[in-house]
């Protein structure tokens, strides 16, 4: 279907400031196509305050820059983004059909549900393995089952990058090995750049393949084994 | 607007029918209500039920305001100040430390008060104390004209930007993500709320437009579980409040407002013991 991406994020001197107080201090690396960068590090490390700064959510100095497949710098580009799942209000009287159609139709879901629309935000859900659940309220899903959702909703339309903040909160174990199985696999197939943030240190070693250990600022950031392997992980995870 | 009223004094033969101050009032609800349950449904969604009741107290303030500034119409120095209002909120809550109710509660009572105050120290608060409960009885036929103007210009702006307010309303991040502008989304639709709010608030009444907002919502999301499901039940129930609140208001000779109210209020907890009885099932 889509061309393979090339795409890359570039981010730079990045420091967030909320409340007179220092979030995020001179964070620099790069995250490139067909690569899942995981970010770990401890609570308040910073990593969804990253996530936000990328999104264009909160202010920030330095710079964030992406390019497309050509190298290309790219002002907005399009970015698929997983949150965790139990910050998402699910008290909202919406079906997952309508949620998906309001991200890729302009139709509005309060007065048309257009054939064509359900019918692709279907598609969509297969692709995540969901597409039983295009009829039922978002308030109905079990935690597997709306991350199956939440997925499809940043897959649609193409992401040229995909950010998954801790996307397998509150999911069972079979849930969290098919949600990462449908990543890996996306990854191979559209080889967009995949930013991870995750605190399970067994889920970051067997998906990801680089990783920035973060503390306020870039720790250590470079291939996978190299960075687990390290005595930063170590000491930061209390790890013997 | 002769021919609107000439149908349908042609088509009710009912007593009540026979008064044009009724006939008008019903043109008026049936603009009015669909429009409260429209936007209704938005603001239960987005948690803002105290900030609509914030807006609707500062039009006592942009009363005094227009008093002051010796304005005929106050219809325009309340816009203005509700406007003005919202962004004062929305800005002190961008910035400060305090929650949400917090902020909004010290607002609303400034707005009260404020209004209070210099309209008292005129000597002529008694005046304008049908602004608190409101009398649709009294509505003109431009008025009628500007309520259906509003009507039309919130179904164009919901039909064009309602997807994005929900997804602004689920989460703000993922619809960020997607190039949604969530700042101007939420502007967009505080402003839609003051100006509705302001429009109707002579008729409807500072102390229960809330209500009429909310309820209809509330007792929607009772029975649906769908966006389209639960704005079909939110206009829906609105509308036959406002008919049925305001032919009982002329048989019991009572303020037709807190008439349609109290209907919306019943109607609401017969919706609640229903999803109760249903979730137990």
Not at chain 1, 215 to 232: A, H, I, R
């Amino acid at each position: 279907m889509e061309h393979e991406c090339k795409c890359s994020l570039k981010i730079e001197h990045l420091t967030v400031w909320r409340d007179k107080t220092e979030i995020l201090h001179d964070v620099s690396f790069e995250a490139h196509h067909a690569e899942i960068t995981a970010l770990i590090g401890r609570n308040g490390a910073g990593k969804t305050t990253l996530l936000r700064s990328i999104l264009g959510r909160i202010p920030y100095s330095g710079t964030i820059e992406f390019f497309d497949s050509e190298g290309v710098l790219v002002e907005r580009p399009r970015i698929g983004y997983v949150p965790q799942n139990t910050i998402l209000d699910r008290t909202i009287p919406v079906t997952v059909g309508e949620f998906l159609s309001c991200g890729c139709s302009s139709a509005p879901v309060w007065l048309v549900h257009r054939k064509k629309a359900i019918t692709h935000a279907r598609e969509i859900l297969k692709k995540t393995g969901g597409e039983k659940l295009i009829d039922r309220p978002l308030s109905s899903l079990s935690g597997g089952e709306l991350q199956r959702v939440l997925l499809a909703f940043a897959l649609d339309p193409m992401p040229q990058l995909l950010l998954l903040d801790e996307p397998v909160s509150a999911v069972d174990r079979r849930g969290i090995e098919s949600f990462y199985e449908v990543v890996t696999s996306l990854r191979e197939e559209y080889h967009m750049p995949i930013l991870l943030v995750s605190h399970d240190l067994g889920h970051v070693r067997r998906y990801a393949t680089d990783v920035v250990l973060l503390d306020q600022t870039v720790v250590l950031c470079g291939k996978c084994e190299e960075v687990m392997d390290s005595p930063e992980i170590a000491e930061t995870f209390g790890l013997s | 607007m002769e021919f609107l009223d000439s149908i349908l004094r042609a088509i009710l033969p009912f007593e009540w029918a026979n008064y044009e101050f009724m006939r008008s009032a019903l043109l008026a609800v049936l603009l009015v209500t669909p429009l409260f349950g429209l936007i209704g449904t938005s603001v239960v969604n987005n948690k803002m039920s105290f900030f609509s009741d914030a807006l609707g107290h500062s039009a006592l303030t942009g009363i005094a305001i227009g008093v002051l500034l010796g304005i005929d119409h106050y219809m325009i120095s309340m816009i203005g100040f509700a406007l003005l209002f919202a962004l004062l909120i929305s800005g002190v809550l961008q910035h400060g430390n305090s929650s949400a109710d917090t902020v909004i509660g010290v607002f609303s009572s400034i707005g009260l008060a404020l209004g209070i105050v210099i309209l008292s120290a005129r000597g002529g608060f008694a005046k304008y104390s049908s602004y608190l409960i409101g009398d649709i009885l009294t509505v003109q036929s431009e008025e009628i004209l500007m309520l259906f103007v509003l009507l039309c210009a919130v179904v164009i702006l919901w039909i064009l930007f309602y997807n994005k307010f929900l997804l602004v309303t689920i989460n703000p991040d993922m619809a960020s993500g997607k190039n949604v502008r969530v700042n101007l989304i939420r502007h967009l639709f505080s402003i839609v709320v003051a100006l509705t709010v302001m429009v109707s608030i002579k008729w409807v009444g500072i102390l229960i437009i809330n209500s009429l907002l909310v309820l209809p919502a509330a007792a929607a999301r009772n029975l649906a579980k769908s966006a389209r499901g639960s704005h079909f039940w939110a206009m829906g129930i609105s509308l036959f409040s406002g008919i049925s609140g305001l032919i009982l208001s002329y048989y019991l000779g009572t303020v037709a407002s807190g008439t349609i109210v109290l209907i919306a209020a019943a109607i609401f907890f017969l919706t609640f013991i229903w999803s109760l009885r249903k979730a137990g099932r």
